[in-house]
């Protein structure tokens, strides 16, 4: 116990140093961005659905290019 | 058994802010505020939702090409007193890894663009990025003093992206808005080199004062503020204009000429009397005249969103 206060003290322990706590904030910040970037795509689908785009996907066929088939 | 050595690298290690700075935050500052006005000002205006996500893919895209020119850039850039704090030069980021940010997110940028709204906006902005890690970064700045007239094209194209990206289509008004941008940079980064010419010396940059002489430099900020004046004016004779804008470029390209003036009659004796106080207000002075004849478009956009429109307007 005594020996990782002091460790501690000298900034060498696991939780002390700071190069962990700049690793936690870069962790958070990679975090908070991908979050964004989910919601963003998120938001943009719900707007383009409720405009009512067109939606033409594959679905289960195999066709190079979308709609080929029904022709 | 308790000997431990350190052996990591004395660099100390990158934190979140250090990859921010990879994206020139300063210059992706100026980029979402033109490409806002460009999206502002279009005539068709899509979803806020979508307006705000293509904003988002414009400013990550020039991130992207920022992350690239540093990459690229390292070596001048340790060299020069203005950069040398960036990241890949002060060691906190890898250079490889600036590439792999910078290459990342140009993809990221330019598909969801596509995705988000269409195939122009998408290709113009994808050129964009092309055009300054490429053309200027790798190709045009080391081999000629005519790096920053042609690389300011890279930064010209944010408005025409915002306005691609919400009416699919280039017109007059986005035109302008390009040549407004095209033709400040010049004179903007001249006025810097004049004052900054030892950095640039010492990177072996082409400068201009360096290849040709402050002499010339002071001669070609003097022209290109002559040319650009009138074009900067023309934007209040098209529909995103008006008596408003016409009012506040006057003004500013009245202070804008008598700076370039005052540049042009100078030399460096005059400048270094009084610590290039003319050349560094110029600059400075630049920065305001662009922001604030887009902020003035901005303000027209908001005149007309809520009916206040002269009746009878000169058009070109």
């Known amino acids: 116990m005594a020996d990782a206060l002091k460790a501690k003290a000298n900034g060498l322990s696991r939780d002390g140093h700071e190069v962990y706590g700049r690793r936690q904030t870069l962790n958070k910040g990679v975090g908070i961005v991908l979050a964004a970037t989910v919601l963003m795509i998120f938001a943009v689908t719900l707007v383009k659905l409720s405009a009512g785009i067109e939606m033409k996907g594959f679905d289960h066929t195999f066709e190079t290019t979308p709609g080929a088939g029904e022709r | ?68 020119n540093m990459w690229w850039d390292a070596d001048i850039d340790r060299v020069m007193e203005r950069t040398a704090k960036r990241p890949v030069p002060s060691g906190k980021v890898e250079a490889t890894e600036a590439m792999a940010i910078g290459l990342t997110l140009s993809a990221f940028s330019v598909v969801f663009l596509f995705l988000f709204t269409n195939a122009l906006a998408a290709g113009l902005l994808a050129f964009t990025i092309f055009f ?141 009397q009084d610590k290039f106080r003319v050349e560094k207000r110029f600059f400075g002075f630049s920065i305001l005249y662009l922001f604030a004849h887009f902020a003035l478009l901005l303000v027209e956009a908001g005149l007309r969103a809520v009916g206040w429109e002269l009746g009878a307007w000169p058009m070109l």
């Open chain 2, 132 to 272: 300054y890690a490429v053309v200027y970064t790798m190709w045009l700045k080391r081999s000629t003093a005519q790096n920053i007239v042609i690389g300011g094209a890279a930064g010209a194209f944010p408005p025409v992206i915002g306005w691609a990206a919400m009416t699919g289509s280039i017109s007059l008004e986005p035109i302008l808005m390009f040549l407004l941008i095209f033709l400040w940079t010049p004179p903007h980064f001249w006025a810097l080199a004049l004052f900054r010419n030892g950095d640039y010396q010492n990177a072996q940059v082409p400068m201009l004062p360096v290849v040709a002489g402050t002499r010339a430099t002071r001669r070609q900020v003097w022209l290109y503020a002559l040319i650009l004046a009138p074009l900067a004016v023309l934007p209040a004779f098209t529909p995103v204009g008006g008596l408003f804008y016409l009012i506040g470029a006057l003004v500013l390209n009245a202070i804008w000429l008598a700076g370039a003036w005052a540049i042009r009659t100078r030399d460096d004796w005059d400048a270094e």
């Open chain 2, 1 to 68: 058994m308790s000997d431990a050595t350190w052996i990591g690298s004395d660099a100390p290690e990158a934190g979140f802010s250090d990859y921010y700075a990879l994206l020139k935050p300063k210059v992706m500052r100026l980029v979402v505020f033109t490409a806002l006005v460009g999206l502002v000002t279009a005539p068709v205006m899509a979803h806020p939702v979508i307006a705000l996500a293509a904003l988002i893919c414009i400013a990550v895209g020039a991130g992207a090409s920022g992350a690239l």
